[in-house]
């Protein structure tokens, strides 16, 4: 069996972005693979060094989301970054095999400095010494469990690219221990906002989360964007630059091409169209809030998956820091 590392970060609930263009995959992987998924708040902590509380609370509400989508944790060993003291090892041995301007040159890391430029202004300028690193980290979360197969958004790609890096200068300098890990897209690596934003994202106020209540989901969908030249209910219009048409197609509406073909020829209100996309996210939701809810009435269990996950994840991340110290010559008493 293939091992698949993934992580994410800590910083809120889930929402359909992360659903369909990542997260939904992981539930059919872990079938297949031997899964590793990481909890990564120290990552998280790279920008949220001064508010701990928000990624400590954050910790336990997507392990509960991760749960209750279908992750079995019978099948995937969902672990805390934190808690694995051997990824912050790794992190300082492979920080000597990057150059500082190879991270700046990332274009993952690029872009974020950028929108933080646009956010704190003055502030933002003040890029520090982890949040350049944490691509170095990442590949440290990589290589640590022998993670052969890395299930992300295409947002991560340079970061996976950087890992390769990474893993073949760590051979090519120490002797082969290391794998080069690949990228496992998936069918929707992105996905739109409510408000037509080519990204669903936390930052831009557009998500709907899979622990929203069925009155938030209700609210949301009824202020979707749609097709603007469409004012009277039997104008015809485009579904292809309407949301509720891309949120029909994305949740897999049996229905989709009468949906479509009505839409084009003014025989659907967009009203109406909406209260049946709010009918199969709510058919969608149920089970998943259901799950919800019972972890949240039993935090006891959901510690203990993290516990027994972490326990089984830091026994393979030992194995590896074995044989970096070993390929390094730094096994000094052995
Ligand atoms: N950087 C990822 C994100 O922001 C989260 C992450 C941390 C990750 N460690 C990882 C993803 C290792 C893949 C592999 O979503």
């Known amino acids: 069996m293939k091992t698949i590392l993934t992580g994410i970060r800590p910083t809120g609930h889930l929402h359909l972005g992360h659903y369909f263009g990542a997260v939904g995959n992981w539930v059919k992987l872990q079938t297949d693979y031997e899964t590793y998924i990481e909890i990564a708040d120290v990552q998280a902590l790279t920008d949220n060094f ?7 609370k954050s910790v336990k509400n997507l392990t509960i989301d991760l749960l209750s989508i ?3 944790p019978n099948k995937a060993n969902i672990f805390i ?3 694995i003291p051997e990824i912050a090892e790794l992190t300082v041995f492979y920080s000597n095999l ?3 301007s190879r991270l700046e040159r990332n274009p993952t890391v690029k872009t974020e400095i950028k929108s933080k430029k646009e956010l704190f202004g003055e502030k933002g300028e003040s890029i520090t010494y982890g949040f350049l690193g944490y691509p170095v980290s990442q590949a440290a979360d990589i290589t640590a469990f022998k993670g052969e197969v890395v299930p992300v958004g295409d947002d991560q ?3 996976l690219e950087q890992c390769r890096e990474i893993v073949r200068k760590f051979n090519s300098i120490y002797g082969k221990t290391l794998l080069e890990p690949e990228a496992y897209l998936s069918k929707f690596p992105r996905i739109k906002g409510i408000d037509g934003n080519e990204k669903m994202g936390k930052s831009l106020g557009n998500a709907i989360y899979l622990a929203d209540d069925d009155e938030e989901v209700r609210k949301k969908i009824m202020s979707m964007v749609t097709d603007p030249n469409k004012i009277k209910i039997d104008d015809p219009a485009n579904p292809d630059i309407c949301m509720t048409y891309y949120y029909h197609k994305l949740i897999g509406n049996e229905n989709l091409k009468t949906v479509c073909e009505e839409c084009k020829l003014g025989k659907r209100g967009c009203v109406a169209c909406k209260k049946e996309l709010l009918n199969k996210m709510l058919e969608f ?3 998943i809030h259901e799950k919800q809810r019972y972890y949240n009435e039993h935090p006891e269990k959901v510690d203990e998956i993290l516990k027994e996950g972490t326990k089984k994840a830091r026994e393979k991340a030992k194995e590896t820091m ?4 070993k390929a390094m010559r730094i096994n000094y008493f052995e």
Do not use: A, H, M, R
Not at 50 to 56: L, Y
Not at 322 to 325: F, G, P, Q, R, S
């Open 70 to 72: 279908g992750i079995d």
């Open 157 to 159: 790609l340079p970061l």
């Open 50 to 56: 001064d508010n701990p509380d928000k990624v400590v």
């Open 81 to 83: 970054q934190s808690l």
């Open 98 to 100: 990057v150059t500082i």
């Open 322 to 325: 074995k044989d970096v110290k």
């Open 285 to 287: 939701l149920k089970p």
